[in-house]
């Protein structure tokens, strides 16, 4: 989808001018909440917040802010070993910024003029569910499941008992602060423990605690659906307006950019 490579194409850049123009800092002044500096250049804490890698849970966020932070050092070790070499004025070098600097440009006023096509009403939805309602055909068991994620054994195993008792508010609490993502499973698309899980005999609505990297999960079953049933419309109703949105921005983009054309000298020389 062309939204998709655009989006691609932003993270690109970003990485790109990493330690560059957005969180690359020389100045006289020392800044304030400094998490990591190279000589004179700082990394803020305000300019990594701006990097928009960084979700998950509050472990994995720290892990991976700390790799970002080395990554830095990294990348700014070699960018001012290379600076005092004059790479900079390397005509290769010069020619790559320049389409980077257009790139990125030319993405900003996509976004300008294109930013408000991604989005799409009820009644649009509705009408796009019943007319492709054989796209959300069941073809085979599938799940829709709660994953929750716990730092600790000891937390899961109380998650799973309050989850037994089936205290409501208790239940609520745990959902606010631990659900990480709701999916749908096909015991084609999962690893064994899974599969034997949720796909051999009677599956439990609540799963026992399973740890898994640096985390314990626990899963719940909220609703099964059998095969040749059909997704209701109030499980894909975003994915469709996410849908529609994306169809309707390369519409649009592809009258904008046949407006540009139009109207400039535009020559392909082979």
Same mark, same amino acid.
């Given at each position: @989808?062309?939204? *998709?490579?655009?989006? &691609?194409?932003?993270?690109?850049?970003?990485?790109?001018?990493?330690?560059?123009?957005?969180?690359?800092? &020389?100045?006289? %002044?020392?800044?304030?909440? =400094?998490?990591?500096?190279? $000589?004179?250049?700082?990394?803020? #804490?305000?300019?990594? $917040?701006?990097?928009?890698? @960084?979700?998950?849970?509050?472990?994995?966020?720290?892990? #991976?802010?700390?790799?970002? =932070?080395?990554?830095?050092?990294?990348?700014?070790?070699?960018?001012?070993?290379? @600076?005092?070499?004059?790479?900079? *004025?390397?005509?290769?070098?010069?020619?790559?910024?320049?389409? !980077?600097? *257009?790139?990125?440009?030319?993405?900003? !006023?996509?976004?300008?003029?294109?930013? $408000?096509?991604?989005?799409?009403?009820?009644?649009? =939805?509705?009408?796009?569910?019943?007319?492709?309602?054989?796209?959300?055909?069941?073809? #085979?068991?599938?799940?829709?499941?709660?994953?929750?994620?716990? #730092?600790?054994?000891?937390?899961? /195993?109380?998650? !799973?008992?309050?989850?037994?008792?089936?205290?409501?508010?208790?239940?609520?609490?745990? %959902?606010?602060?631990?659900?990480?993502?709701?999916?749908?499973? *096909?015991?084609?698309?999962?690893? +064994?423990?899974?599969?034997?899980?949720?796909?051999?005999?009677? +599956?439990?609505?609540?799963?026992? +605690?399973?740890?898994?990297?640096?985390?314990?999960?626990?899963?719940?079953?909220?609703?099964?659906? +059998?095969?040749?049933?059909?997704?209701? =419309?109030?499980?894909?109703?975003?994915?469709?307006?996410?849908?529609?949105?994306? @169809?309707? !921005?390369? /519409?649009?983009?592809?009258?904008?950019?046949?407006?540009?054309? %139009?109207?400039?000298?535009?020559?392909?020389?082979?």
């Amino acid at each position: @989808m062309m939204y *998709k490579s655009i989006h &691609c194409i932003k993270n690109r850049l970003f990485w790109v001018l990493f330690s560059g123009l957005l969180i690359f800092s &020389c100045s006289e %002044k020392e800044p304030s909440h =400094i998490l990591a500096r190279v $000589n004179n250049s700082y990394l803020t #804490e305000e300019n990594l $917040n701006l990097i928009p890698t @960084m979700t998950g849970t509050e472990s994995s966020m720290e892990t #991976e802010k700390k790799k970002l =932070i080395e990554s830095w050092v990294t990348t700014e070790l070699l960018y001012q070993e290379g @600076m005092k070499r004059k790479l900079d *004025k390397n005509p290769e070098v010069k020619n790559q910024l320049l389409q !980077y600097q *257009k790139q990125l440009i030319a993405n900003l !006023y996509l976004q300008l003029e294109l930013g $408000n096509q991604l989005s799409a009403d009820d009644e649009e =939805i509705n009408e796009y569910y019943f007319q492709n309602r054989e796209q959300f055909r069941v073809a #085979e068991l599938t799940h829709k499941v709660n994953v929750y994620t716990f #730092e600790t054994e000891d937390a899961a /195993q109380n998650a !799973y008992r309050t989850f037994l008792r089936n205290n409501p508010g208790a239940v609520q609490e745990l %959902k606010q602060n631990h659900l990480t993502i709701t999916r749908f499973v *096909k015991e084609n698309t999962v690893t +064994p423990y899974i599969r034997n899980l949720f796909f051999s005999g009677q +599956p439990p609505k609540i799963s026992e +605690p399973f740890f898994h990297k640096d985390a314990f999960f626990l899963f719940e079953i909220v609703e099964t659906f +059998p095969p040749d049933s059909y997704l209701p =419309i109030s499980e894909v109703r975003e994915d469709i307006r996410q849908e529609i949105g994306i @169809m309707k !921005y390369n /519409q649009a983009y592809n009258a904008l950019i046949h407006k540009l054309r %139009k109207k400039s000298h535009v020559e392909v020389l082979q």
